[in-house]
Structures are given as structure tokens and as C-alpha cells.
């Protein structure tokens, strides 16, 4: 990490003399350190980290706590007697409606409650909630897999993106080299043919072909280096490192392996797909989603122990208390059957989903393999016209110094060789790409 921190350092200050090259593994660590959608991805993956915890927390018992406090501008209770006299009780009942001695009572006026101050504190643990707690948990684990599958997505096609651009980079690159080469060679043909023509040998239309050919080059080269630059900018934009024209990739396309060293049954790769995970995950959701449902039609059951402190009518007292609770949900059973028709419905739409994209996922890595395959062959082709162009181009200049052939005749060799070195470089830069997009195909991780 402190290596590659360095090279983004040395990048930052491009305006140095020192080229800033770096090898396909460099740009791949630099395109997942600074890639802003990886970034994004990795966010919604701690987040989904976060649900699984909270859904966690489930299993325990909920605490609560809670306060209570008012003064009235009324006292609640308000009671006045009159005064009375009461007789007096010798423990005979019969002798009470002809008692003959009594006992006064004054008049009686009570005003009080007033104010009153409580707080309470609970803790519940449920016993028994249909076992959406447990379902509860396993849908908060699986959203955090398919997050991870996004992220792993997302992974994968920043890394093919980044070895399209750096492919295409030593293509142009190396078609540079190509094109200075064949510049040189014009170069040289141009000083020949002036002599010539300054020793009146040859016409100075002869002249002229060359350095329209040159000419020709010169706008060639143009173009190549503006290809370069846009090119430099793209990919510095997607390694998330400042553009400077001294960045350039280190590589040169020569190590060429077949394809059958990459390849692998689709039934067996089909498994690696992050998207083939993510549609058996659908599956699972609806499933347990419908788990869920039947969790909510069923009995909860669940007890809790608590303390309350009251202060009122001038005393407070603490009390303890324990309790039960039990819930019977009755009038969502009938709702709750169409529900869970409805999520059966679901299930077998995931199901669908998952056997007709497990098939096109197929058809997508037998492509992806056809279009490898046929590359490779590409390049054997483009060697072949390769070496018959050169071989030509010899016999062309061997000729055009015996006077057996035009210069016309030479120039064009020496153009149909070039273009045959380009389809070449091209040829090869494509299957690299073309390797690295089946290598995707696969779910094979790089």
C-alpha cells in the first residue's frame, strides 16, 4: 500500500521530467482504491453490515423507560361531608336503629391530588413471536450477501474496464513504434531518391511520392498522438489519479497463450456468477419473506419484569412489578391467507427468473468464449499477413534496387507492411481484452 501510495504521489507531481509508467496491476489497485461507484458499493455494503447488527439485537429484551409529571390548577379529588352524629356500636347489630347514645362528626372537606409524579422502567423478552425474529435475521444476512455480490459486480467490471483501457494504451503504444520505424525507412528512401534525382536518375514525381507518403505519416502521427492523449485523460479520470502526460503503461503485448488455458464448463463457472448468486438469493428472500407473513398470523408471547417510583398525595413509593403478555392477531388471518398466496406467487417468479437467466447467464460465457477463440485466431491470421507482407516488402525493395520495379510499387509494400504490423498490434490487444471479458464471464476473480 505504501508503494502504490508513493506512485500516486509521484503521479500527483507529473509536471516532472521522470515518466510515469505503471504496470496492469498498479492501474488495477489504483482503479479500486480511488474508483468513486466502488467507493459507493462499499458504502452500501457497511451499511447492509449495520441491518444484520440491528437485526441482531432482536433476540434480547427491549428495556424502556419512561416519566410522568403534572400539576393541576384543580385538585382531583374534592370531597366535603356534612357533619352528622353516628350511633354508637356495642357490638350488637340490632341494637343500632335504637341506639340511644351517639357520636358527633364534625363536617369533613378534603381537597387534594393535585400533582403527581411517576417513572417507570421495563424490560420485555419476547418467548414466542411466530419466528419473525429468526426470519427477521436471515433476511437482514441476506441482503447483506446480495450486497456483497453487487460489490463483487461492481469490482469485477471496474478491473475489465481498466485492463480495456490499459490494452488499448500498449496497442497505441506500440503502433507508435511501428509508425516511427516506417517514418524512419521513408526517411531514409526520401534522402536516396534525392540523390537520384540530384544526379538526374530518376523523375521528380518519384520525389514528390515520397514525401507525399511522408506527408501522409506526419498526419498519421497526429492523429495517433491525439488518440493517445484522449485515451491518457480517459484512464487517468478512471484510475482517480491527475492527468499528466507522463503517464504511460509499461507492458508490451507479447506473452500470447491459447484459449483453452482459460477455459472452463459453463456449468461449472455458472456457479462463480456473482448474478447467478444474486437470482438464488431472490429465491430465498421470497421465501423467507413468506416465513415472515406466517409469523405475523401467528400467537406472541412474552414477559417483562419492571419497576415504578410514585410520588403522590404527599408519599411516593417504588414498586415491582412482573407481567405476561399474549397477543392473538384473529382478524389478520383472513388478510393474511391472500398475503401469503401472494408471496408464493413470488417465490415461483424468482424461481422462473432464476432458470431462464441461469440460461442466458450460459449463453453469455459460450460468447464470451466464441468471441476468444475467434480473436486468437485473428492473431494467427495477422501474423501470417504479416510475414507474407514483409516478405513482400523485401522482394519489392530488392527489385526497386535492380530497377526491376517502380517507386510506386515500393512505397505501397512498405504501406501494406505497415498496416499488417497495426492489424497485428490490434489483433493481440483485442484478445487480451476479449480474455479478461470471458475471465468475467466465468466469475473468476483477478
Request: include cysteine.
Amino acid at each position: 500500500m505504501k508503494k502504490l501510495s508513493i506512485v500516486a504521489i509521484l503521479l500527483f507531481f507529473g509536471a516532472t521530467s521522470i515518466a510515469q509508467t505503471l504496470t496492469l496491476n498498479a492501474c488495477k489497485e489504483l482503479a479500486l482504491e480511488n474508483n468513486k461507484r466502488l467507493k459507493e458499493s462499499q458504502l452500501k455494503l457497511e451499511a447492509s453490515g449495520k441491518v444484520r447488527k440491528n437485526a441482531f439485537t432482536k433476540y434480547f429484551p427491549t428495556v424502556s423507560a419512561s416519566a410522568f409529571a403534572f400539576k393541576s390548577s384543580k385538585n382531583f379529588l374534592d370531597i366535603k361531608t356534612d357533619a352528622m352524629d353516628l350511633p354508637v356500636y356495642d357490638g350488637n347489630p340490632a341494637h343500632l336503629e335504637t341506639a340511644t347514645q351517639f357520636a358527633y362528626v364534625p363536617p369533613i372537606n378534603i381537597q387534594t391530588l393535585d400533582y403527581a409524579n411517576t417513572a417507570m422502567v421495563t424490560a420485555v423478552q419476547p418467548l414466542y413471536a411466530g419466528g419473525r425474529i429468526r426470519t427477521g435475521n436471515k433476511l437482514a444476512e441476506v441482503n447483506e450477501d446480495v450486497t456483497q455480490y453487487q460489490y463483487n459486480l461492481t469490482k469485477s467490471e471496474i478491473l475489465v474496464t481498466t485492463e480495456d483501457y490499459y490494452w488499448n494504451l500498449v496497442a497505441l503504444n506500440e503502433k507508435t513504434i511501428t509508425l516511427r520505424n516506417y517514418e524512419k525507412l521513408l526517411k531514409e528512401l526520401l534522402k536516396e531518391v534525392g540523390d537520384f534525382y540530384d544526379a538526374g536518375l530518376v523523375k521528380k514525381s518519384d520525389l514528390l511520392k515520397v514525401q507525399l507518403e511522408l506527408n501522409k505519416v506526419e498526419g498519421n502521427k497526429l492523429k495517433l498522438n491525439n488518440g493517445i492523449d484522449i485515451l491518457k485523460m480517459t484512464f487517468s479520470q478512471h484510475l482517480g489519479i491527475p492527468y499528466t502526460e507522463n503517464f504511460n503503461v509499461i507492458d508490451s503485448i507479447t506473452t500470447i497463450l491459447p484459449p483453452q488455458n482459460y477455459y472452463t464448463e459453463t456449468d461449472l463457472a455458472l456457479k462463480n456468477r456473482e448474478e447467478y448468486k444474486m437470482l438464488n438469493k431472490a429465491v430465498e428472500t421470497e421465501e423467507l419473506q413468506k416465513k415472515m407473513t406466517n409469523g405475523e398470523l401467528l400467537p406472541q408471547l412474552a414477559v417483562g419484569v419492571g419497576g415504578m417510583y410514585l410520588d403522590m398525595i404527599d408519599q411516593d413509593n417504588t414498586y415491582g412489578l412482573v407481567f405476561a403478555t399474549l397477543s392473538i392477531p384473529i382478524s389478520d388471518w383472513w388478510g393474511g391467507t391472500y398475503k401469503k398466496q401472494e408471496h408464493e406467487i413470488k417465490m415461483e417468479i424468482a424461481k422462473n427468473s432464476l432458470k431462464q437467466n441461469s440460461e442466458l447467464l450460459q449463453l453469455q460465457m459460450s460468447k464470451a468464449y466464441r468471441d476468444l477463440t475467434e480473436s486468437y485466431k485473428q492473431i494467427d491470421i495477422a501474423q501470417t499477413s504479416v510475414s507474407q507482407a514483409v516478405e513482400h516488402q523485401k522482394e519489392m525493395e530488392n527489385n526497386y534496387d535492380a530497377g526491376l520495379t517502380s517507386l510506386s510499387d515500393l512505397l505501397e509494400a512498405r504501406a501494406i507492411a505497415q498496416e499488417a504490423k497495426d492489424a497485428l498490434i490490434d489483433a493481440k490487444a483485442k484478445y487480451k481484452i476479449n480474455i479478461a471479458n470471458y475471465l468475467k464471464s466465468i466469475g473468476e476473480k483477478r
